[in-house]
């Protein structure tokens, strides 16, 4: 409800006229009103039914009569407490679609996601749903604050309009040219990578973001939209960085983008002279406190610097240092990364200028360039930096989980799991297939993240919560719910939930007694239109209960080692998301030695993440193929004790394995393969290979997991090689 105003409505309602009208409403019409007319807003209940009926209003139908109107003889009844979250004085009624899009953009930068998705659908409905990114920012809003309507049906049209939508701008806006010279250099591809004989152009994006598309509950026949919706990104993401304030957009210099063929030759003839290391870069937004450095900065580390040098182009901002000392108790991801790489570039004041970025990563000579950020962080990434082509071999890893869309991306770092060569045709990069999994995760060697163990701490009854204290049952998500017997967790952000996954989590609570649910507010706004959407399905089952009593909502938990350690002391099982898992938050799950239980049937990338990890922890059988399977493993896992003890038991094992260290924790076995792969792709580029699928072979040395002897060897040779380009830097520093 607009709460706000309905508090200034009440309060100007001096005949009590209103408060009237809303208590029929609530308590029905043969409901007494009594002497106290007053309408109590702080009232649970009461501002329980007033959603209810007014989300069972269809708003769409705006020519059609208001069921509750003749409740006002002044037209519209509920229009008047329709949630607004701005001025009192705010008027749409007058305004057109593209005027009422500008007002919602700008609630939206505001963070008041529920009044920007009530002004983006109105925007939508106003241009008669013409105004496609009025009416997808109106859906990605509604999927963002868990607004499905009645029984989720509102999600389900949501999806369907997201189908039509791209699948109509696909048919205007998408074609395949002719792949002439001039075309391979404007769009900085090798000589023999194209698409059907041409390259993809787009006249304009799609109004659908790439990672909207990634939460998304798609069919897996529709894959083809999410490849159009990256595809159209990428084929203007160079042309929009270029793009002044005034609508024209700056020319681009001639010998952009650089020659693929040129750098072939170059670099073909320096390997014929000496055997370098192949310098590679590594560009991002993302070099501070972000999740993809929490899972990603111990590969630094391990790199052999006979092998690999390696470069960092940051565009983002370090963390404050008030931040670096509170917030993370002073560890600075970003100053680990310097610590440990041959050369960190900080080139946040080329964040802007694409142009000069790519001219600085040529005068380094990178060979190969590996992208960071996807299509995340906007107006901090390096937009339209890769369709400059600053390097001739370039990689897509770690946090955009999809296809990039680029025909100037070759290849992405994936394994076969998650990306089966049956679904090739959904990317537009060759895949560079990892063995083991693709994810890189550091979990097993920071000593901010603590092991997972088999036995609880014991917990004094009535003992306030402490991490790494008491059994998940006893904490029972904060709640103070007693009798717990099993705890099922799911802290993904709100986007990455649906009604089919939450129906299964309903079904599994009502199979396994005594059992809750511990979720992640994110955002908050969306946690009443949850309980909403629980609250229906609840009764549709049975009539005398409601499954809110069982569910449970924790805050953001700033620090990430306490995030991590939650799952601990909070979790039994993990019920994964679907179509979009669980990334950082399923490692963080795991390691804390809380089996997940996901999905296998998505095609997506994103959506087989636990699908792979699952696999090489040896807990295949937590893996389920649909939604049904889904729910009667869980339900297994909260029943049967001796099963999901086994599982547990298993799952930590891994987590504790030393000497060798298990394959899906082991960094330095990751970064042997990476760098194996690496220059596998580096030989194919020198020698003219077109660019094709590499799948990195694990024998010999490699297929025996790292050691404690070998991890400090490593590590030491790492950190001796950064001593003496100190000592270089210093040496030419006193000579100058």
Known sequence: MGEMYLKRALASDTGHAIAAKLKRLVYGESGTVGSDIVLDLGNDFIKSQLRTIRDSVDMSKQNDRNPFENE???????????????????NMTDKTPEDIYNTATTYFNKKNLTYASELFELSCQKSKSELFPACANAIYLRTNLCDWGKQGEQYDKDMEHIKQITQKESDMYRSIVTANDKLRKQNGLHDKIDYAGGIIHWKRSTSVHPHMMLGYLLNNSNLVLKRHVAESMASLDEIRARLNDDGTIKELPKYLPYSVEEMRVKFAQQAHVSQKPIKVGFVGSGFNSKAVMYLSQDMFRFF??????????????????????????????????????????DVNHLQGNHIELAKFIQKNEIMMLIEWDGYARQGERAAGLMALRPCPVQILHQEFLMTSGAQYIDYIITDKVVSPIRIEDSYTEKFLYMPNHFFSKGHALQNEVLPPSYDYVPKEKGAAFQLGIGTPQQNACLSGQDNVAFVYCNFNKFLKHNPETTRSWIRVLQEVPNSIMCLLENPQAGVSNFRKFVEEISRNADSSSNMNDRIHFLKWEQNPFDHQRRSYSLCNAMLDSHPYNGHTTAQDALYA????????????????????????????????????DYGNIAARLGNDEIWFNSIRKKLIDTCLQRNPMHPYWDVPRYVKNFERGLTMAWEAFLHGHPTNHIEIPEDGEQNTGTFDAELMARESKRKEMKRKQTERSRTMSSEL
């Not at 006002?72 to 705010?90: C, L, V, Y």
């Not at 052999?304 to 008030?322: A, K, N, R």
């Not at 239980?597 to 937590?622: C, F, I, P, W, Y």
């Open 72 to 90: 006002s003889s002044d037209g519209f009844f509920w229009d008047q407490f329709k949630e607004t979250g701005g001025d009192a004085n705010d």
């Open 304 to 345: 052999d610097p006979s092998l690999i040098e390696v470069h960092i182009f940051s565009t983002g901002q370090p963390d404050h240092p008030l931040f670096i000392q509170g917030i993370m108790r002073g560890v600075d991801w970003r100053q680990n990364v310097i610590d440990n790489v041959d050369y960190f570039h």
């Open 593 to 628: 030695g809380v089996p997940i239980v996901t999905r296998s049937d998505g095609d997506d990338m994103s959506s087989r993440v636990s699908t792979s990890a699952n696999k090489v922890l040896g807990l295949d059988e937590l893996n389920a193929d649909g939604v049904n």
